[in-house]
């Protein structure tokens, strides 16, 4: 019996006698041709092969209806899909490789061969790589502005590394532009600065609309803004230092501090008490169920991220009672040794429970700016502002010991410098919002006429003297900006700088650069934890340009599309809780407080006077409710 693929290959030719070998000839062809001895299927699917008259049917086409079959070109889009894939979300070289991937392939599509590690670790990351390249340099090039961020870093090889990062301004993007490994060269000025423009110059990005480079605040990278400054190309390019770094570094003074800094080692110590003792971390852990009806975790503060302290004081005091209880527990006195009884005498007594709430007050609005420093949509003309407010916030809370922190943070406002000083001061002044609807001009204050004069010199040297002349217009709504004066209503001041750019020469421009710095180099930040994410213990055998490449496609990936970019869970949204949220001493009527430019550290009887008045007694019932749990605490 014929097998299937026989018989349908009979179905074209007409037998011409009885008997399995007798003559055929094909139903297609013309009198005289198609014709054969016998029936033959070999010889009979070879003429329909080569018959000019057969048309087979559409379903029918080729043998591919029965068996699956990739074409080269297809195969190629495949592999660098799956490649792509790989690398956007930080896998491994041998993904596919494993037996479980191979059988799902074999299933889903039999001849498809999925790319090795030799593969998606040679042409197939230099594909990807050029692919999103080439998306990051299409969208540099739509943008009017570019501001940039540095940051140096060490892997796990102790190799260093210097990163260049652009900000989008007016939104929440960063994209990873290069990186640089330092290798034998020291970290210089000299050096910085060399690499950052063969970075500019590899990726052909033209000098004129670079804005700024936000750098950290040490001394080398101060030095970085004047040496990229003495070159001609770049002259125009503005430095910047990170305000969430000279935050950070506030802190860790105001911690270091007599006043503190006994009560911060004794809660680090607090802290890391439970990680090796599991008996007494499951007592204490049972206390909290008891008492809150689950288990509250305890946080650990980082080693360099001293804005985390708070987080720690906040967990220590949500889980006081527990922490009161476990220490009055008996069942563990006998085994406790002489540290851990200096822990329950301190967990005990009233005084250090009072310390603690004081320096959690003092913390709060310091993290609460924090956190809006290390944000991304955060303006430069901001900065000023919330310095100044941090500040009153904690004169404010003056009877809490935080007159320390005020010190502490116009020491560290005063080490920016001066240049950074009125480039904030000055994008402060370019919101017209700071305006007195009832008057004719800002209502400034400076700290003295010496001020006054060297914060003119600054706006000279950056944009000549018709720039100036056109922003003290400007400040007294004069010239070209009387009959404007309905603009200054505008609460965007990049919408309002953009109106009336055309009536400008010089200033109009140099504000809508201003008004698009970034605040922060978070952005670097972020691109180093990715880094060390790629290039882990696991993956130590990567090649310095594989692992740039591997980061460099991951951390454009989501900025081409839109995803956070999180290296850890993702936590709740930026705004503290409602009990966490509110500034000490804020009300309803800081809106109109006078912004002072470099505020004394000495607050005078009048100024306590309008403290005194702008109290919102709500907070404060909440502040005193705080400290009253610590008289009932059950000795």
Sequence with gaps: MPQNRDCEVDLEFRMLGTGSKCPVKCRHCPEG???????????????LDVCKFYKPPPSEKTIEKHVDATSPEEMKKLQFTMAQSAYQDGRPFTIWESESMKKAFKILRPSFVPPNRHDMATYLLTDVYKESRK??????ENLPFLCFTIDSWADLNDERWINLCLVVPNSKTSFFINAQLCEHHHETAANIVEWVVDMWEECKIPAEKIVSLTT???????????TLRAIPKYHHVLGEPCLAHVLQLAVCDLLGTDAFKTTIAELTTLASYFSGAHLQLAEFRRIQKEVYGKHKVIINPGATCWGTHYGLIESIIRTRLALVRFAQNREFSK????KVKELDAILLNREWWNKLLELREVLR????TLKRFDSDDLSVGEVRELWVRLELKLKRAIELGALKAVRVLQERWEYLGKQAQYLYEFAYLLNPQHFKYNDSSLDIKYENEEHERKFYEWIRQQIGEEGEAEFKAYLGKTKMFSSRQHLYEERDPIVFWGLVTRITTILGDFALRVLTMPSTSTASERNWSCFGKIYSKLRNRLKPTKAFML????VNYRALNGTPLRVNPPRKARSPPH????????????EEDDIVFNLNTEVTDEELAEIELEFDQ???????QSFDWVEAIPL
Aim: net charge negative; proline share 3%; aromatic share 12%.
């Design 33 to 47: 041709q198609g014709k054969y001895a016998q029936r033959n299927p070999v010889v009979m699917r070879g003429h």
């Design 135 to 140: 998306e990051v340099m299409a969208i540099i």
């Design 216 to 226: 950290d605040t040490c001394t080398v990278m101060k030095s970085v803004w004047k």
């Design 335 to 338: 085994s406790k040794n002489d």
């Design 365 to 368: 609005p310091i993290t609460w």
């Design 551 to 554: 980061t460099y496609i991951y």
């Design 579 to 590: 009990n966490r949220v509110e500034i000490i001493g804020a009300s309803d009527d800081d």
């Design 618 to 624: 709500g907070y404060w019932n909440e502040v005193q």
